[in-house]
């Protein structure tokens, strides 16, 4: 097995930049990981939302690449479609297919990516439900468990260069996996547990928006225990009862201003927060953007789409 070179550099458009690159004669797998790293960029050399990568050997991508969105916002554009990606957003890039991105003005991004070649690197993307038509996912819940990949694959690589390729194709095989579990419904067993946890989802769906939801509201309409219905929502969900009930207000309120809504207070009590100051916290912690600050970047998007529209219709 060969070794590696890790390279760390700075300029004056990314905060830094690290890369590591692996030698692409391994034959320990049908698909072959070239490269993987992470890119940081400043706010302020952002602003322009230049592309730095919009040359002509970056503007056709010449392998394969996963990316991960760990913070900030930005845009990527593909086929003459332009996504505008957040944190848990990730992206694909595919051989030949002109496509560029860059950072929001605003906020931009950190990513985290993986490069590799392969006979078999188009069928392992189309599996997951990346094709240059559908180029973009939402990782959801297996953000945590994704981020975690991406970057253990860095450090692993850079502390052990001896094994880098291998781990760099089992890392990539393990987010393939856990991607596939995503986007294949698990079959749960028929038990009456699993029919009063949905029962217990559903009320919350629907009744969100009161203040005053609580485990012991829930358990009561349903007529059980408390620490029963908690203990459901753990073994059946893998997520505590307030977790479930805050991420589904959270939610709500991104589809909220989304269709347009401005102010933060009836936001925040139209999903059932009674203290918008609280609530622009929450909504920081799970979106990494306050409430303010996207609706002031949803009204930026939907301006620079409306130049975009006017320019194409002249």
């Not at 950072?103 to 985290?112: D, F, H, I, Q, S």
């Not at 392969?118 to 990782?139: N, R, W, Y």
Request: charged share 20%.
């Amino acid at each position: 097995m060969l070794d590696f070179c890790v390279f760390i550099f700075y300029n004056q458009i990314m905060e830094n930049i690290t890369t590591i690159h692996f030698p692409m004669n391994s034959m320990i797998s049908d698909i072959i990981v070239c490269g993987a790293g992470y890119h940081q960029f400043l706010g302020a050399d952002a602003k322009d939302n230049k592309n730095p990568f919009a040359k002509n050997e970056y503007g056709a991508y010449r392998r394969y690449s996963l990316h991960l969105v760990v913070s900030g916002q930005g845009e990527y554009t593909i086929k003459g479609k332009t996504y505008y990606l957040k944190k848990g957003h990730m992206f694909a890039l595919f051989p030949q297919d002109s496509s560029v991105y860059f950072p929001n003005k605003r906020y931009p991004w950190k990513y985290y990516w993986i490069d590799f070649i392969g006979v078999k690197s188009e069928q392992l993307l189309s599996q997951i439900g990346f094709t240059p038509d559908s180029p973009i996912l939402d990782s959801g819940d297996s953000y945590k468990v994704l981020e975690k990949l991406f970057l253990s694959n860095i450090t692993t690589c850079q502390n052990n260069p001896k094994i880098a390729d291998v781990h760099a194709v089992s890392t990539l095989l393990q987010i393939y996996c856990e991607l596939v579990k995503k986007k294949t419904p698990v079959l749960q067993p028929d038990k009456k547990t699993d029919g009063y946890a949905k029962k217990a989802m559903n009320y919350i769906q629907k009744n969100y928006p009161n203040p005053n939801l609580n485990l012991k509201l829930v358990a009561a309409q349903l007529n059980i225990n408390e620490a029963y219905l908690s203990r459901l929502f753990r073994a059946d969900l893998n997520i505590n009862f307030v977790d479930y009930l805050t991420k589904v207000r959270i939610l709500a309120a991104v589809s909220l201003i989304d269709e347009g809504n401005k102010v933060v207070g009836e936001i925040a009590t139209a999903v059932g927060f009674s203290d918008p100051y609280y609530f622009s916290k929450v909504f920081k912690k799970y979106n990494g953007i306050s409430p303010r600050d996207q609706i002031r970047l949803n009204q930026e998007t939907a301006e620079t789409q409306s130049e975009k529209q006017t320019e194409t219709e002249e």
